[in-house]
């Protein structure tokens, strides 16, 4: 079984459920973590459940993790009272995360205690990870006064995208940009990331990353393949 988390309104997520069906893949959204059923012990998977496609399932069963939405937000919990919504938000990201991080399945990308879908970095913080890691990058700059808070986009004419799953590599640019990629990517500590150059050659500047890349159908594959290749090597 694989599962998909994903916003209540995110289509391409059934989408991909219907594209992986051969794996029973599922996707789980915010309402499905207000079913009975659940049951989590930090301490045992065996006695772990899980309500995945309307039913409870032993959490043992669960093969893969791809992960599509960066948090609980109070606007998708529309069953529950809107006067307890921003409270139970939280209560179901903070278990969302003890969950995930518990599975010893493979996941896609690890969560950190504020993103679902890994390290929850600024422009700041990407680019200062790529220029530790000898990319070129252009100067970030943000703009910070009593009502607005602004990054200062970089100007480059033209814009080129790299989809690192796993040692995987998609985009039509340079291997040393590819090599680049791959290492931002271990740096971040996650499987799955866009990063996008000022071009396709190997002097282009870095420009931003991107956790939730669209994924284009050659691109679901290889995260198939990627969850289940690491599945079966720890089998």
Request: proline share 3%; net charge negative.
């Amino acid at each position: 079984m694989i599962v998909i988390f994903a916003s209540r309104y995110d289509q391409s997520a059934y989408s991909l459920a219907a594209r992986w069906a051969d794996h029973n893949a599922s996707v789980i959204t915010c309402d499905n973590l207000s079913i009975t059923g659940w049951r989590h012990y930090l301490h045992s998977e065996v006695d772990s459940r899980a309500v995945v496609g309307g039913r409870v399932c032993p959490v043992q069963e669960i093969k893969g993790v791809l992960t599509r939405w960066p948090g609980v937000f109070q606007q998708e919990l529309v069953q529950i009272d809107a006067g307890d919504r921003d409270y139970v938000a939280r209560e179901i990201m903070a278990f969302l995360v003890s969950w995930i991080s518990s599975l010893r399945c493979p996941v896609i990308n690890q969560p950190t205690p504020v993103n679902l879908t890994g390290p929850a970095w600024r422009q700041e913080q990407w680019t200062y990870a790529a220029a530790q890691l000898g990319i070129r990058v252009h100067a970030a700059k943000r703009h910070v006064g009593s009502e607005s808070d602004q990054m200062e986009p970089a100007v480059f004419s033209t814009r080129t995208d790299v989809t690192v799953v796993g040692d995987r590599c998609f985009g039509e640019v340079d291997e040393r940009l590819f090599e680049q990629s791959r290492k931002l990517a271990k740096t971040a500590g996650v499987a799955l990331l866009k990063i996008s150059f000022s071009g396709s050659d190997a002097n282009s500047f870095f420009l931003d990353a991107d956790l939730m890349p669209k994924l284009s159908d050659y691109v679901a594959d290889a995260v198939l393949e990627h969850l289940l290749t690491r599945e079966a090597r720890a089998a």
